[in-house]
Protein backbone atom coordinates (compact mmCIF):
# COMPACT_ATOMS: atom_id res chain seq x y z
CA UNK A 1 0.00 0.00 0.00
CA UNK A 2 0.94 3.39 -0.41
CA UNK A 3 2.31 5.23 2.28
CA UNK A 4 0.74 9.00 2.59
CA UNK A 5 1.99 10.26 6.11
CA UNK A 6 5.49 9.21 7.32
CA UNK A 7 6.24 10.76 10.73
CA UNK A 8 9.89 10.68 12.17
CA UNK A 9 10.96 11.17 15.45
CA UNK A 10 8.48 14.38 15.68
CA UNK A 11 9.31 16.31 19.32
CA UNK A 12 7.10 19.38 20.24
CA UNK A 13 7.90 21.38 23.45
CA UNK A 14 5.54 24.59 24.26
CA UNK A 15 7.75 27.27 25.78
CA UNK A 16 4.92 30.12 27.61
CA UNK A 17 7.51 32.89 26.96
CA UNK A 18 4.99 35.78 29.36
CA UNK A 19 4.11 32.83 31.79
CA UNK A 20 7.70 32.75 33.33
CA UNK A 21 9.16 30.54 30.41
CA UNK A 22 7.73 27.97 31.79
CA UNK A 23 8.18 25.15 29.31
CA UNK A 24 6.82 21.41 28.35
CA UNK A 25 7.21 18.66 26.23
CA UNK A 26 4.38 17.18 24.32
CA UNK A 27 5.44 15.03 21.48
CA UNK A 28 8.70 13.54 22.28
CA UNK A 29 10.21 11.59 19.53
CA UNK A 30 6.88 10.44 17.95
CA UNK A 31 6.63 7.99 14.63
CA UNK A 32 3.61 7.54 12.90
CA UNK A 33 3.22 5.90 9.19
CA UNK A 34 -0.49 5.93 7.81
CA UNK A 35 -1.29 4.26 3.98
CA UNK A 36 -4.15 4.65 1.88
CA UNK A 37 -7.30 3.46 3.19
CA UNK A 38 -5.92 3.46 6.60
CA UNK A 39 -8.14 4.90 9.25
CA UNK A 40 -5.64 5.38 12.10
CA UNK A 41 -6.85 6.44 15.55
CA UNK A 42 -5.22 8.24 18.33
CA UNK A 43 -5.31 7.17 21.98
CA UNK A 44 -4.19 8.37 25.01
CA UNK A 45 -5.42 10.36 27.94
CA UNK A 46 -6.28 14.17 28.12
CA UNK A 47 -2.89 15.73 27.69
CA UNK A 48 -1.02 12.87 26.07
CA UNK A 49 -0.76 15.05 22.80
CA UNK A 50 -3.43 13.48 19.98
CA UNK A 51 -4.77 17.01 19.06
CA UNK A 52 -0.92 18.61 19.21
CA UNK A 53 0.16 15.75 16.99
CA UNK A 54 -2.73 15.98 14.86
CA UNK A 55 -2.19 20.12 14.23
CA UNK A 56 1.23 18.98 13.65
CA UNK A 57 -0.10 16.55 10.59
CA UNK A 58 -1.72 20.06 9.58
CA UNK A 59 0.92 22.10 9.81
CA UNK A 60 -1.25 24.19 12.48
CA UNK A 61 1.40 23.72 14.95
CA UNK A 62 5.11 24.13 14.24
CA UNK A 63 7.33 21.07 15.58
CA UNK A 64 11.31 21.13 17.29
CA UNK A 65 12.06 18.36 16.02
CA UNK A 66 11.69 15.44 13.25
CA UNK A 67 9.91 15.08 10.08
CA UNK A 68 6.45 14.82 8.73
CA UNK A 69 6.41 13.73 4.92
CA UNK A 70 2.85 14.15 3.33
CA UNK A 71 2.08 12.42 0.00
CA UNK A 72 0.83 14.66 -2.75
CA UNK A 73 0.50 12.67 -6.07
CA UNK A 74 4.38 11.72 -7.22
CA UNK A 75 5.84 13.80 -4.25
CA UNK A 76 6.49 13.18 -0.44
CA UNK A 77 6.38 16.99 0.97
CA UNK A 78 7.98 17.63 4.46
CA UNK A 79 5.78 20.27 6.39
CA UNK A 80 8.05 20.96 8.85
CA UNK A 81 9.96 22.27 6.24
CA UNK A 82 7.84 23.19 3.31
CA UNK A 83 7.05 27.23 2.51
CA UNK A 84 3.96 28.50 3.66
CA UNK A 85 2.44 28.54 0.30
CA UNK A 86 3.21 24.67 -0.78
CA UNK A 87 1.30 23.86 2.49
CA UNK A 88 -1.54 26.16 1.04
CA UNK A 89 -1.38 23.94 -2.13
CA UNK A 90 -1.27 20.78 -0.58
CA UNK A 91 -4.62 22.08 2.12
CA UNK A 92 -6.16 23.10 -1.34
CA UNK A 93 -5.95 19.71 -2.74
CA UNK A 94 -4.42 17.03 -0.72
CA UNK A 95 -4.61 17.43 2.91
CA UNK A 96 -8.47 17.84 4.66
CA UNK A 97 -8.84 18.94 8.39
CA UNK A 98 -12.30 19.20 10.37
CA UNK A 99 -11.80 20.47 13.63
CA UNK A 100 -14.12 20.39 16.71
CA UNK A 101 -15.51 23.93 15.96
CA UNK A 102 -16.49 26.03 12.71
CA UNK A 103 -14.86 29.18 12.64
CA UNK A 104 -17.63 31.12 11.72
CA UNK A 105 -17.27 33.86 9.11
CA UNK A 106 -19.76 36.59 9.41
CA UNK A 107 -22.28 36.93 6.69
CA UNK A 108 -21.13 34.05 4.48
CA UNK A 109 -24.23 31.58 4.41
CA UNK A 110 -24.04 27.60 5.36
CA UNK A 111 -24.35 26.33 1.90
CA UNK A 112 -21.19 28.81 0.71
CA UNK A 113 -18.88 27.48 3.54
CA UNK A 114 -19.31 24.24 2.82
CA UNK A 115 -19.03 24.58 -0.95
CA UNK A 116 -16.33 27.11 -0.78
CA UNK A 117 -13.49 24.23 -0.80
CA UNK A 118 -14.40 22.49 -3.72
CA UNK A 119 -14.91 26.29 -5.44
CA UNK A 120 -11.48 27.00 -5.05
CA UNK A 121 -10.42 23.94 -6.92
CA UNK A 122 -12.15 25.28 -9.70
CA UNK A 123 -15.05 23.00 -9.76
CA UNK A 124 -18.45 24.88 -11.45
CA UNK A 125 -20.50 25.97 -9.25
CA UNK A 126 -23.55 23.73 -10.08
CA UNK A 127 -21.30 20.46 -9.26
CA UNK A 128 -20.30 22.31 -5.67
CA UNK A 129 -23.67 23.35 -4.65
CA UNK A 130 -25.43 19.65 -5.45
CA UNK A 131 -22.41 18.14 -3.58
CA UNK A 132 -22.64 21.01 -0.76
CA UNK A 133 -26.60 19.93 -0.40
CA UNK A 134 -26.77 16.28 -0.61
CA UNK A 135 -23.68 16.31 2.04
CA UNK A 136 -25.71 18.96 4.65
CA UNK A 137 -29.31 16.50 3.82
CA UNK A 138 -27.29 13.70 5.17
CA UNK A 139 -26.37 15.21 7.78
CA UNK A 140 -29.37 16.57 9.01
CA UNK A 141 -29.04 20.18 8.97
CA UNK A 142 -32.36 21.18 7.82
CA UNK A 143 -32.95 23.17 4.54
CA UNK A 144 -34.08 26.23 6.38
CA UNK A 145 -30.71 26.52 7.50
CA UNK A 146 -29.15 26.55 4.32
CA UNK A 147 -28.98 29.90 3.47
CA UNK A 148 -28.32 31.32 6.67
CA UNK A 149 -25.07 32.21 8.30
CA UNK A 150 -23.80 29.25 10.76
CA UNK A 151 -23.04 31.94 13.72
CA UNK A 152 -26.40 31.62 15.66
CA UNK A 153 -26.12 27.78 14.64
CA UNK A 154 -26.48 25.14 17.95
CA UNK A 155 -23.36 23.89 18.46
CA UNK A 156 -23.96 20.08 16.84
CA UNK A 157 -25.40 22.18 14.00
CA UNK A 158 -22.22 24.03 13.43
CA UNK A 159 -20.30 21.18 13.72
CA UNK A 160 -22.44 19.35 11.12
CA UNK A 161 -21.59 22.38 8.79
CA UNK A 162 -18.34 21.64 9.37
CA UNK A 163 -18.07 17.78 8.78
CA UNK A 164 -20.16 18.67 5.42
CA UNK A 165 -16.90 21.17 4.09
CA UNK A 166 -14.66 18.98 5.47
CA UNK A 167 -15.79 15.99 3.08
CA UNK A 168 -16.88 18.28 0.18
CA UNK A 169 -13.51 17.72 -1.40
CA UNK A 170 -11.96 14.21 -1.89
CA UNK A 171 -8.54 14.72 -0.07
CA UNK A 172 -6.26 12.39 -0.20
CA UNK A 173 -5.49 12.55 3.39
CA UNK A 174 -8.46 13.89 5.97
CA UNK A 175 -7.60 14.35 9.43
CA UNK A 176 -10.17 14.61 12.00
CA UNK A 177 -10.47 16.08 15.42
CA UNK A 178 -13.56 14.67 17.53
CA UNK A 179 -15.89 15.68 14.85
CA UNK A 180 -18.44 13.29 16.51
CA UNK A 181 -18.21 15.68 19.84
CA UNK A 182 -21.46 17.47 20.03
CA UNK A 183 -23.29 14.68 17.38
CA UNK A 184 -26.41 12.50 18.21
CA UNK A 185 -26.30 9.12 17.58
CA UNK A 186 -28.12 9.61 14.52
CA UNK A 187 -25.38 11.79 13.01
CA UNK A 188 -22.45 10.07 14.34
CA UNK A 189 -23.43 7.06 12.71
CA UNK A 190 -23.88 9.57 9.12
CA UNK A 191 -20.26 10.15 10.26
CA UNK A 192 -19.15 6.52 10.22
CA UNK A 193 -20.38 6.47 7.28
CA UNK A 194 -18.41 9.62 5.24
CA UNK A 195 -15.26 7.96 6.99
CA UNK A 196 -15.93 4.45 5.83
CA UNK A 197 -16.36 5.81 2.03
CA UNK A 198 -13.33 7.88 2.51
CA UNK A 199 -11.16 4.88 3.09
CA UNK A 200 -12.93 2.53 0.25
CA UNK A 201 -12.16 5.63 -2.19
CA UNK A 202 -8.25 5.00 -0.84
CA UNK A 203 -8.01 8.37 1.98
CA UNK A 204 -5.74 7.92 4.75
CA UNK A 205 -7.42 9.01 7.87
CA UNK A 206 -5.81 10.08 11.30
CA UNK A 207 -8.43 10.61 13.93
CA UNK A 208 -9.44 11.46 17.28
CA UNK A 209 -12.83 10.35 17.99
CA UNK A 210 -14.04 9.95 22.24
CA UNK A 211 -16.95 8.22 21.32
CA UNK A 212 -16.08 4.41 21.76
CA UNK A 213 -18.69 3.21 19.12
CA UNK A 214 -17.44 5.56 16.73
CA UNK A 215 -13.89 4.48 17.34
CA UNK A 216 -14.38 1.08 17.15
CA UNK A 217 -16.10 1.01 14.03
CA UNK A 218 -14.02 3.49 12.34
CA UNK A 219 -10.00 2.56 13.57
CA UNK A 220 -7.72 -0.19 11.20
CA UNK A 221 -5.60 0.30 14.37
CA UNK A 222 -5.09 2.65 17.49
CA UNK A 223 -1.52 4.17 18.49
CA UNK A 224 -1.34 5.15 21.62
CA UNK A 225 0.03 8.82 22.78
CA UNK A 226 1.52 8.02 26.62
CA UNK A 227 1.54 11.66 28.55
CA UNK A 228 5.10 12.23 29.40
CA UNK B 1 1.57 15.89 -11.86
CA UNK B 2 1.55 19.47 -13.93
CA UNK B 3 -0.44 20.83 -10.95
CA UNK B 4 2.59 20.27 -8.77
CA UNK B 5 4.92 21.21 -11.44
CA UNK B 6 3.47 24.59 -12.23
CA UNK B 7 3.05 24.84 -8.83
CA UNK B 8 7.14 25.06 -8.92
CA UNK B 9 7.99 27.31 -11.55
CA UNK B 10 6.09 30.08 -10.85
CA UNK B 11 8.63 33.29 -10.15
CA UNK B 12 7.41 35.67 -6.98
CA UNK B 13 5.86 38.79 -7.92
CA UNK B 14 7.88 41.07 -5.23
CA UNK B 15 11.23 40.26 -4.11
CA UNK B 16 12.13 42.52 -1.22
CA UNK B 17 15.59 42.24 -0.18
CA UNK B 18 17.08 43.57 3.11
CA UNK B 19 14.96 46.76 3.23
CA UNK B 20 15.73 48.94 5.80
CA UNK B 21 14.30 52.79 6.31
CA UNK B 22 14.81 53.92 9.74
CA UNK B 23 13.91 57.57 10.92
CA UNK B 24 16.01 57.23 13.98
CA UNK B 25 16.95 54.30 15.77
CA UNK B 26 14.33 51.77 16.32
CA UNK B 27 11.73 53.62 14.41
CA UNK B 28 11.44 52.33 10.93
CA UNK B 29 12.00 49.36 9.61
CA UNK B 30 15.41 46.71 9.22
CA UNK B 31 16.64 43.98 7.04
CA UNK B 32 12.86 43.45 5.82
CA UNK B 33 13.22 39.67 3.37
CA UNK B 34 10.64 37.98 1.70
CA UNK B 35 9.20 36.98 -1.52
CA UNK B 36 5.73 37.15 -2.60
CA UNK B 37 4.13 35.35 -4.88
CA UNK B 38 0.96 35.40 -7.13
CA UNK B 39 -2.16 35.53 -5.67
CA UNK B 40 -0.77 35.44 -1.78
CA UNK B 41 -1.56 37.67 1.00
CA UNK B 42 0.63 38.34 3.26
CA UNK B 43 -0.27 40.34 6.31
CA UNK B 44 2.19 42.48 8.69
CA UNK B 45 0.76 42.38 12.23
CA UNK B 46 2.33 44.44 15.17
CA UNK B 47 1.50 47.65 17.18
CA UNK B 48 1.39 50.70 16.65
CA UNK B 49 5.14 52.43 16.51
CA UNK B 50 6.03 48.72 15.20
CA UNK B 51 7.40 49.91 11.58
CA UNK B 52 4.44 48.26 9.50
CA UNK B 53 3.53 51.69 8.01
CA UNK B 54 6.92 52.48 7.15
CA UNK B 55 7.35 48.95 5.58
CA UNK B 56 4.46 49.54 3.52
CA UNK B 57 5.06 53.00 2.53
CA UNK B 58 8.43 51.80 1.56
CA UNK B 59 7.41 48.78 -0.33
CA UNK B 60 4.64 50.88 -2.49
CA UNK B 61 6.95 53.45 -4.10
CA UNK B 62 6.12 56.43 -1.70
CA UNK B 63 9.45 55.93 0.64
CA UNK B 64 12.71 55.57 -0.73
CA UNK B 65 14.54 53.23 1.63
CA UNK B 66 17.92 53.57 2.97
CA UNK B 67 19.16 50.24 1.57
CA UNK B 68 18.11 47.50 0.03
CA UNK B 69 16.06 46.14 -2.98
CA UNK B 70 12.36 46.02 -3.84
CA UNK B 71 12.34 43.77 -7.33
CA UNK B 72 9.16 43.80 -8.89
CA UNK B 73 8.08 41.53 -12.03
CA UNK B 74 6.26 43.38 -13.96
CA UNK B 75 3.62 42.63 -16.68
CA UNK B 76 5.14 45.65 -18.75
CA UNK B 77 8.52 46.31 -17.59
CA UNK B 78 9.88 43.11 -16.93
CA UNK B 79 12.04 43.01 -13.56
CA UNK B 80 11.84 46.29 -12.45
CA UNK B 81 14.17 47.44 -9.47
CA UNK B 82 12.15 49.28 -7.78
CA UNK B 83 13.61 52.73 -6.11
CA UNK B 84 16.88 52.30 -9.44
CA UNK B 85 13.71 52.37 -11.90
CA UNK B 86 12.43 55.36 -14.08
CA UNK B 87 10.26 57.71 -12.51
CA UNK B 88 7.32 57.53 -15.47
CA UNK B 89 8.56 53.73 -15.21
CA UNK B 90 7.31 53.81 -11.40
CA UNK B 91 4.44 56.48 -12.41
CA UNK B 92 3.03 54.11 -14.89
CA UNK B 93 3.02 51.35 -11.99
CA UNK B 94 1.13 53.01 -9.38
CA UNK B 95 -1.66 53.74 -11.46
CA UNK B 96 -2.11 50.58 -13.11
CA UNK B 97 -0.54 46.83 -12.10
CA UNK B 98 -0.44 48.48 -8.44
CA UNK B 99 -3.42 49.49 -6.28
CA UNK B 100 -3.15 51.49 -2.65
CA UNK B 101 -6.22 51.32 -0.32
CA UNK B 102 -5.31 53.66 2.82
CA UNK B 103 -6.87 53.86 6.01
CA UNK B 104 -8.50 57.18 5.86
CA UNK B 105 -10.60 56.85 2.20
CA UNK B 106 -10.52 60.63 1.94
CA UNK B 107 -6.05 60.14 1.70
CA UNK B 108 -7.09 57.43 -1.84
CA UNK B 109 -10.39 59.48 -3.14
CA UNK B 110 -11.10 62.37 -4.51
CA UNK B 111 -13.53 63.86 -2.40
CA UNK B 112 -15.06 66.79 -4.49
CA UNK B 113 -15.61 65.17 -7.82
CA UNK B 114 -18.27 62.48 -7.82
CA UNK B 115 -18.15 58.46 -6.95
CA UNK B 116 -18.28 57.73 -11.09
CA UNK B 117 -15.24 59.81 -11.84
CA UNK B 118 -13.22 58.88 -8.92
CA UNK B 119 -13.03 55.31 -10.74
CA UNK B 120 -13.26 56.51 -13.79
CA UNK B 121 -10.29 58.56 -13.45
CA UNK B 122 -8.07 56.07 -13.19
CA UNK B 123 -9.15 54.33 -15.78
CA UNK B 124 -8.61 57.37 -18.52
CA UNK B 125 -4.86 57.32 -16.52
CA UNK B 126 -3.82 54.20 -18.56
CA UNK B 127 -5.53 55.94 -21.67
CA UNK B 128 -9.34 55.23 -21.33
CA UNK B 129 -10.98 58.09 -23.62
CA UNK B 130 -14.12 56.40 -24.48
CA UNK B 131 -17.14 58.29 -21.93
CA UNK B 132 -20.09 55.58 -22.26
CA UNK B 133 -17.03 52.39 -21.86
CA UNK B 134 -15.81 54.33 -18.85
CA UNK B 135 -19.11 54.99 -17.17
CA UNK B 136 -20.19 51.72 -18.02
CA UNK B 137 -17.09 50.37 -16.15
CA UNK B 138 -17.81 53.06 -13.02
CA UNK B 139 -21.32 50.75 -12.94
CA UNK B 140 -20.11 47.93 -13.07
CA UNK B 141 -17.57 48.59 -10.37
CA UNK B 142 -19.96 50.43 -7.78
CA UNK B 143 -22.00 47.21 -8.50
CA UNK B 144 -19.31 44.90 -7.44
CA UNK B 145 -18.29 46.75 -4.29
CA UNK B 146 -22.44 46.78 -3.34
CA UNK B 147 -22.98 50.76 -3.73
CA UNK B 148 -26.42 51.22 -5.26
CA UNK B 149 -26.13 52.58 -9.38
CA UNK B 150 -27.99 55.69 -8.45
CA UNK B 151 -25.31 57.00 -6.12
CA UNK B 152 -22.85 57.57 -9.26
CA UNK B 153 -23.08 61.49 -9.32
CA UNK B 154 -22.58 61.67 -5.57
CA UNK B 155 -19.57 62.75 -4.45
CA UNK B 156 -17.66 60.10 -1.69
CA UNK B 157 -18.59 63.48 0.60
CA UNK B 158 -21.73 62.79 1.02
CA UNK B 159 -21.20 58.47 1.35
CA UNK B 160 -21.06 56.89 4.48
CA UNK B 161 -16.99 55.57 6.03
CA UNK B 162 -18.08 52.20 4.74
CA UNK B 163 -19.20 53.35 1.46
CA UNK B 164 -16.24 55.47 0.90
CA UNK B 165 -13.82 52.32 1.58
CA UNK B 166 -15.95 50.35 -0.71
CA UNK B 167 -15.60 53.23 -3.62
CA UNK B 168 -11.57 53.51 -3.07
CA UNK B 169 -11.25 49.57 -3.51
CA UNK B 170 -13.22 50.36 -6.28
CA UNK B 171 -11.19 52.99 -7.91
CA UNK B 172 -8.32 51.18 -7.08
CA UNK B 173 -9.52 47.33 -8.50
CA UNK B 174 -10.86 48.96 -11.86
CA UNK B 175 -7.59 49.13 -13.78
CA UNK B 176 -7.27 45.00 -12.72
CA UNK B 177 -4.14 45.75 -10.78
CA UNK B 178 -1.86 42.77 -9.87
CA UNK B 179 -0.87 43.99 -6.19
CA UNK B 180 -2.72 45.76 -3.85
CA UNK B 181 -1.47 47.76 -0.96
CA UNK B 182 -3.61 48.07 2.15
CA UNK B 183 -3.28 50.28 5.01
CA UNK B 184 -5.47 49.07 8.27
CA UNK B 185 -8.42 48.91 5.33
CA UNK B 186 -11.50 48.03 7.90
CA UNK B 187 -9.98 50.55 10.60
CA UNK B 188 -11.86 53.00 12.28
CA UNK B 189 -15.17 51.47 10.98
CA UNK B 190 -18.08 49.81 12.72
CA UNK B 191 -17.99 46.60 13.63
CA UNK B 192 -21.29 45.83 11.28
CA UNK B 193 -19.50 47.52 8.49
CA UNK B 194 -16.03 45.93 9.26
CA UNK B 195 -17.94 42.61 8.42
CA UNK B 196 -19.01 43.44 5.19
CA UNK B 197 -16.13 45.31 3.96
CA UNK B 198 -13.79 42.05 4.76
CA UNK B 199 -16.61 39.77 2.99
CA UNK B 200 -16.22 41.91 -0.11
CA UNK B 201 -12.55 41.79 0.03
CA UNK B 202 -11.65 38.76 1.00
CA UNK B 203 -14.15 37.39 -2.07
CA UNK B 204 -12.25 40.06 -4.66
CA UNK B 205 -8.87 38.79 -3.48
CA UNK B 206 -9.99 35.36 -4.55
CA UNK B 207 -11.92 35.74 -7.57
CA UNK B 208 -9.33 38.06 -9.42
CA UNK B 209 -6.44 35.90 -7.58
CA UNK B 210 -4.52 39.54 -6.31
CA UNK B 211 -2.05 39.45 -4.74
CA UNK B 212 -1.72 41.58 -1.60
CA UNK B 213 0.40 43.03 1.29
CA UNK B 214 -2.13 44.47 4.18
CA UNK B 215 -1.10 46.11 7.73
CA UNK B 216 -3.35 45.45 9.86
CA UNK B 217 -3.09 45.73 14.21
CA UNK B 218 -6.50 43.27 14.18
CA UNK B 219 -5.74 39.66 13.97
CA UNK B 220 -9.03 38.41 13.59
CA UNK B 221 -9.11 40.68 10.18
CA UNK B 222 -5.61 39.18 9.53
CA UNK B 223 -6.71 35.46 9.69
CA UNK B 224 -9.74 35.64 7.95
CA UNK B 225 -7.74 37.43 4.41
CA UNK B 226 -3.92 36.81 4.75
CA UNK B 227 -1.83 33.32 3.76
CA UNK B 228 0.53 34.06 5.91
CA UNK B 229 2.00 36.84 8.22
CA UNK B 230 4.74 39.03 8.98
CA UNK B 231 4.99 39.93 12.67
CA UNK B 232 6.83 43.02 13.31
CA UNK B 233 7.94 44.36 16.71
CA UNK B 234 10.13 47.96 16.61
CA UNK B 235 11.02 48.01 13.34
CA UNK B 236 11.72 43.83 12.85
CA UNK B 237 10.32 41.15 11.84
CA UNK B 238 10.42 38.66 14.62
CA UNK B 239 8.47 35.68 13.23
CA UNK B 240 6.92 34.68 9.74
CA UNK B 241 5.19 32.16 8.73
CA UNK B 242 1.25 30.40 7.93
CA UNK B 243 -1.39 32.62 9.28
CA UNK B 244 -2.97 29.93 11.48
CA UNK B 245 0.50 28.37 12.46
CA UNK B 246 2.13 32.21 13.74
CA UNK B 247 -1.54 32.73 15.32
CA UNK B 248 -1.97 29.33 17.08
CA UNK B 249 1.42 28.56 17.94
CA UNK B 250 3.36 31.47 18.07
CA UNK B 251 6.76 31.21 18.69
CA UNK B 252 8.10 34.68 19.66
CA UNK B 253 7.33 36.13 23.52
CA UNK B 254 5.79 39.26 21.39
CA UNK B 255 3.73 37.05 19.01
CA UNK B 256 2.81 35.20 21.96
CA UNK B 257 1.81 38.34 23.93
CA UNK B 258 -0.23 39.80 20.93
CA UNK B 259 -1.87 36.29 20.67
CA UNK B 260 -2.81 36.11 24.54
CA UNK B 261 -4.00 39.39 24.50
CA UNK B 262 -7.09 39.09 22.63
CA UNK B 263 -10.37 38.98 24.17
CA UNK B 264 -11.97 35.10 23.37
CA UNK B 265 -15.51 34.76 22.88
Known amino acids: MTTMIEVKGVEKQFTLHNQGGASFDVLKGNDLSVTAGECVVLHGQSGAGKSTLLKALYANYKVNNGSISLRDGEELVDITTALPRRIIALRERTLGYVSQFLRVIPRVPTLQVVMQPLLDLGEEEAVCEAKAKELLSRLNVPQRLWTLAPSTFSGGEQQRVNIARGFIVDYPILLLDEPTASLDAANRRVVVELIDEAKQRGAAIVGIFHDEDVREAVADRLVDLRAL | ?265
Not at chain 2, 228 to 252: N, Y
Request: aromatic share 6%; proline share 3%; hydrophobic share 40%.
Open chain 2, 1 to 265: MNEVQSWQDIEPLLSVRNLTKFYSPGKGCGDVSFDLYPGEVLGIVGESGSGKSTLLNSLSNRLRPDSGEILYNSEQFGELNLYAAEESERRILMRSEWGIVHQHARDGLRMNVSAGANIGERLMAVGERHYGDIRQRALQWLEAVEIEAGRIDDKPSQFSGGMQQRLQIARNLVTHPRLIFMDEPTGGLDVSVQARLLDLLRNLVANLGLSVIIVTHDLAVARLLAHRLMVMRRGEVVESGLTDQVLDDPQHPYTQLLVSSILQN
